[in-house]
């Protein structure tokens, strides 16, 4: 693969003890690929690869992007961070270092951990009346039993 | 190319939240109604969060941004003159298919801001004329909630208990407690149980790409089956462009192309439009004739005008703990009205609702979630695994006042694959909005810190959150002032309606959509009480 973008997509997301630098995974060939798919992401990929070809005697690549074009430079950066955080090494080092499943989210989706809790307020009536008599009757109701359970039949009766 | 004629009762055009929502009311009565939609069914399976590479999919071909998501159906929306993106959805379902599905509903105040409050514009109804919809509404959506909220007016027991808290929410909710901040269980129409073909929330996450399980509501899975089952008709792939009148002013029906590029006419009795509050005035501001130079039924050039979004400011917290936000719906648990009704002693008017949410996978993250910034380069792990299944974010929704300037219109130099111009949407922030902003940024920041929040990080709106369309054809009893009449027909074509967010007067700091699909079951009750079909 192009050896300029490998230089770009490292300095974006260089790797570590845990994680895997974007060259590992091969993120330039994958950009790439996605880029494919649609017109206009490729004449910007094509512009990605032009930007870095003039500028392949300067060290430190994404930087010089970011300062010199900054739209080029965003449609970049989520250009590499999508192949890059899609790749199934990295959802597996994301999964080791979370406590995210390393799966889709369907079928099975996630148990949600919860407590419950009660609010605080459960009989103030808090609402504005609207100034009509309606609006009053309903608050005098409402106030005198907050926990009513109300019927359809009753609220159909509140029509003009 | 000769046109193709045929003649049906009524036609809807749109088939998303409240064409749905109407067609069905109307079938239910034995009315012969016809719907067309410019899109194409869609299956469970597209919502393509089984596949490994859903988070691509999700900046992709599930992106709420047509302008983005290019589908086939999408039109395009110019919005170089808007800070805030549309998003939407064009197809069977319309915007459903990828909404989050929280409801709450509007208060009784919301439909009288001017005489109450002095801004913006009342609605020629009220909270109690659509009281009977919203219930008929919660029914078929299915709607799990807690009822009982001293906040609301009164409403029957919900369908299925509330979706969990999890446990950034359960924080936020003691932290609510302590400060003595009114909030309650969102109301949702996310099924908790299972409720026939539709199975109970798994929690998966993201439910804006749509729900593979059936639990989050779409029209798509709730009120169209019932209305064709009673008779309605559907036509999927036909894209209207526009309505015909004839020389008397009254509607004849609508030229559209089909799937197969045919060009067609359908004559009806009555044209409704539910095309959304962008898809809409764009359908009729193409629709101009000798007798509307301005578009159809604009003698008032109310139509475009007055695009209200809801700005957005969102304040993520970082925790210490893992509160595993990647789990649970993703846009809400509680409803947190404390700051809803005016207050003359702040230096805006009327309020905001905050709102919970959760649910970024591992590539959102990294990209910056909603509001905050991770690095690039060399520190960008550790940044990760600090905010990745540790934040929280409030969301704050505004209630944005109508302003004229901010509009939609059509811009003839794009078209879409019919032809039809695109819509441009022009919209800035008012002043009442920004300190409205400064206000909920600040309420949301004090409690994700009461919450136990280490860091907050905060955008004064989401770019991206251009999805609650309204007031773009607003409803009023000055037909000088508004488009359409409080039966949701235009002042000037006796037999058009539009029954989507075009219609609000005012915007609400709520999610809209169980209260524009109330407006439209009504607006079918009141069609056929009329006997006009
Ligand atoms: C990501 C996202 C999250 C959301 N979350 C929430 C939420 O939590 N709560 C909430 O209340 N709301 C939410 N919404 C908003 C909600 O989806 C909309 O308010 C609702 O769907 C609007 O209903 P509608 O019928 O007016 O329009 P839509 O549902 O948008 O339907 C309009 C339909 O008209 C069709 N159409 C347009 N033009 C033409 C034409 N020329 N010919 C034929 N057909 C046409 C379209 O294809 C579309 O199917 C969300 C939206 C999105 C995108
Ligand atoms: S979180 Fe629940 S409602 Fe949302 S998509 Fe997943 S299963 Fe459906």
Known sequence: MNTLLDRFTDDLLPGNDHWPAATEIEVGAAMQHLASTDSEQKSLFYRLLDFLENH?????????LEAKDSELFGFAKVLAFEAYYIHPKVREVVASRSMYANRSPQPAGFPVVTRRVIPWNEDEILWRSDGTERSNEVLIEQKKDPKKTWTVEEIRQWRR | MTALHDEVNVL?????????????????????VTCLEQGEWQSPESSLTSLENWESKRLRERSPNPNIRRNAADYPILDDTSIIKPAIFNGVGGSTILWSAHTPRFRPSDFRVKSLDGVGADWPISYWDLAEYYEINDEIMG?????????NPPRTPRTTPPVPLGLAGSRIADALNDLKWHWWPSDGNILTLDRGSRKACNGCGPCEMGCATGARASVDITYWPEALAL???????????????????????????????QERVTHAIVVVMACNGVGTPRILLNSVSKEHPRGLGNSSDQLGRNLMLHPIPVVTGVFDEDVQSWSGNDAFALLIQEFYENDESRDFKRGYEMQVTRGQGPLVTALGGFSHDIPWGLGHHEAFEKYFGHVATVAVTCEDLPHPNNRVTIDPSVTDRCGVPAARMSYELEENS?????????????????????????????????????????????????????????????????????????AGAVNPTPTLQAVALRAADLLREDALV
């Open chain 1, 56 to 64: 392949k005697e300067r060290p430190a690549l994404a930087e010089i």
């Open chain 2, 12 to 32: 809807v055009v749109g088939a998303g939240a409240a064409g749905a929502a109407f067609t069905w009311r109307l079938a239910s009565m034995g009315v012969a």
């Open chain 2, 143 to 151: 709607t799990s909630g807690s009822h009982g909220d001293p906040g």
């Open chain 2, 231 to 261: 008779g309605a008709e559907l036509r999927t792939g036909a894209t209207v462009r526009r309505v015909l009148v004839d020389t008397t002013g009254r509607a004849t029906g609508v030229e559209w192309t089909d799937h197969a590029g």
């Open chain 2, 434 to 506: 920004k300190k409205m902003i400064k206000h909920g940024v600040k309420s949301a920041t004090a409690l994700l810190v009461k919450a136990g929040a280490r860091e907050t990080h905060a955008k004064p709106f989401a770019p991206s959150a251009g999805f609650h369309l309204m007031g773009t054809a607003r409803m009023g009893s000055n037909p000088k002032e508004s488009f359409v009449n409080q039966a949701c027909r235009s002042h000037d074509v006796p037999n058009l309606l539009v029954i989507d967010g075009s219609v609000f007067a005012s």
